[in-house]
């Protein structure tokens, strides 16, 4: 069963424009949730995060949303660059002493085209 | 500074045989994850090092995994009579006591059995 879910598998924009990339999850006890970014034959890299107290957070052209009620969060990346081509995880985490493990979803490939 | 390091980078090993995977996490770095990335899926946590004790080891599929860590450095996965569902890409991640949602990883080895 999958509690973290990206349910687009890829998403193509144009350079300059807006990237929406989005996740759901399930389990109600995550607090706290990140985005990763990965290139090919590379690890994953942290790219932004945000507690369950907050429902943005900002990173210069990134932003991620939470929005708690419906179990969602987008993240949002403006404007797009074609360095942005990755694939982007959407990760949580539950609070308490199992704060370290990460449940990821199966990410999302995005490609900006130039 | 260096990053995390793993090797080999790549490893293709005959169903049956024992694989070892090597994790060099930050010099500095108290904690150490293991991960696995099956094709198509997220990243599914293994294992938790904290130091050289491993507190959760709740992920790890079955009895033919294992793994261990030198005091706060190298960690090594050993996988016991492969499978060739173990063909997987195997991700090592360490981060500050303290900061673990951060988690820094490395490049992954991608371990096939044929």
């Known amino acids: 069963d999958q509690q973290v879910k990206q349910n687009s598998p890829s998403l193509s924009v144009q350079e300059g424009r807006i990237s929406i990339l989005n996740c759901d999850y399930t389990?109600?006890?995550?607090?706290?949730f990140l985005w990763y970014k990965k290139y090919p034959a590379e690890g994953p890299t942290f790219l932004i995060s945000?507690?369950?107290?907050?429902d943005k957070n900002e990173d210069g052209r990134f932003t991620v949303f939470l929005n708690k009620s419906a179990k969602h969060l987008s993240l949002h990346i403006v404007p797009s660059q074609p360095g942005d081509s990755a694939v982007y995880f959407c990760a949580a985490s539950a609070g308490g002493g199992s704060n370290y493990k990460l449940t990821f979803g199966k990410g999302t490939l995005l490609t900006v085209n130039p | 500074g260096a990053g995390v390091s793993q090797s080999p980078s790549n490893k293709v090993t005959e169903k049956g045989k024992d694989v070892e995977l090597r994790c060099d996490p930050i010099?500095?770095?108290?904690?150490l994850y293991w991960y696995r990335q099956r094709l198509g899926q997220g990243l599914e946590f293994l294992i938790y090092?904290?130091?050289?004790?491993?507190?959760?080891k709740s992920g790890l599929p079955s009895d033919r995994f294992s793994a261990e860590r030198t005091g706060e450095s190298v960690s090594t996965l050993t996988i016991q009579r492969t499978q060739q569902e173990d063909s997987a890409v195997y991700l090592c991640?360490?981060?500050?006591?303290?900061?673990?949602?951060?988690?820094?990883f490395g490049p992954g080895t991608r371990l096939t059995v044929t």
């Open positions: 991640a360490s981060s500050l006591r303290g900061l673990v949602y951060e988690q820094y």
């Open positions: 945000i507690s369950s107290i907050k």
């Open positions: 010099s500095g770095h108290t904690a």
């Open positions: 090092f904290q130091g050289n004790s491993a507190p959760d």
């Open positions: 389990n109600s006890m995550f607090d706290y």
